[in-house]
């Protein structure tokens, strides 16, 4: 079975902050997608990256990077220089067979940045 | 814009009642998955259709049904609604490739149950 661990259930930083979200997954699959999404209180989950685990190179887009690391299991997030508009609950997600694509989630980490 | 869009965005139903949730895909996408978030809590995968076929379930009971159409337009049917269906369900939209692909979200149905 399949776990998605986010460890930190709300973060409140000050607007131009730098912040992290931790996501640590589990699986015993040698091929599997990680996938980091964000809701806003809207509802919709809007997707921000998807990343497959024979791809351990960090990615960044923007002020937006992340840093998989497959020895800790771990696929974190980290907005550089916060702003108000990033404030939303983050969710990080694991699917193993993109055959029966079943997105497994963690608890999500609410982000408030504060003005 | 995700391409995802689902009715009604908002109801309200009576405990017993029966619910039909509906959601249009992404153009061009045949695989369809609901999911349902209660309150602080992460979405939880109820079932997937692929080509109008079931493909994969959660641990949900068989009073959560659900179709896809040939246009591959999908409904969520909740049979003898509880209090605990009270949850924001939210339809995702993908198409199947070699590379893998991404999922796509609608905004979701809010359901509360009184």
């Known amino acids: 079975a399949q776990k998605v661990t986010q460890a930190q259930t709300e973060i409140s930083v000050v607007e131009k902050e730098d912040v992290t979200l931790d996501c640590v997954y589990e699986?015993?699959?040698?091929?599997?997608?990680l996938f980091w999404y964000k809701q806003p209180p809207s509802g919709e989950l809007v997707f921000l990256i998807r990343?497959?685990?024979?791809?351990?190179q960090n990615e960044i887009s923007g002020r937006y990077s992340w840093n998989f690391q497959k020895s800790t299991s771990s696929f974190n997030f980290t907005i550089t220089a916060s702003q108000v508009v990033d404030s939303a609950v983050y969710f990080c997600?694991?699917?193993?067979?993109?055959?029966?694509?079943?997105?497994?989630f963690g608890t999500g980490t609410r982000l408030t940045i504060i003005p | 814009e995700t391409g995802v869009t689902q009715s009604p965005t908002h109801l309200i139903k009576t405990r017993g009642q029966q619910v039909t949730l509906r959601c249009s895909s992404q153009?061009?996408?045949?695989?369809v998955s609901w999911y349902q978030q209660a309150l602080g809590q992460g979405p939880q995968f109820i079932f997937q259709?692929?080509?109008?076929?079931?493909?994969g379930r959660g641990n949900f009971p068989p009073r959560f049904s659900g179709l896809q159409f040939p246009n591959y337009s999908s409904e969520l049917n909740v049979n003898a609604l509880e209090l605990d269906d009270s949850a924001l369900y939210l339809c995702?939209?993908?198409?199947?490739?070699?590379?893998?692909?991404?999922?796509?979200f609608g905004e979701g149905s809010w359901l509360t149950v009184v």
């Open positions: 995702a939209s993908s198409s199947r490739g070699p590379s893998g692909n991404t999922i796509y």
């Open positions: 699986t015993r699959d040698t091929t599997y997608y």
């Open positions: 990343r497959n685990s024979f791809d351990e």
């Open positions: 997600a694991l699917i193993v067979n993109f055959g029966n694509e079943k997105l497994t």
């Open positions: 153009s061009g996408h045949n695989t």
């Open positions: 259709y692929y080509r109008e076929e079931e493909n």
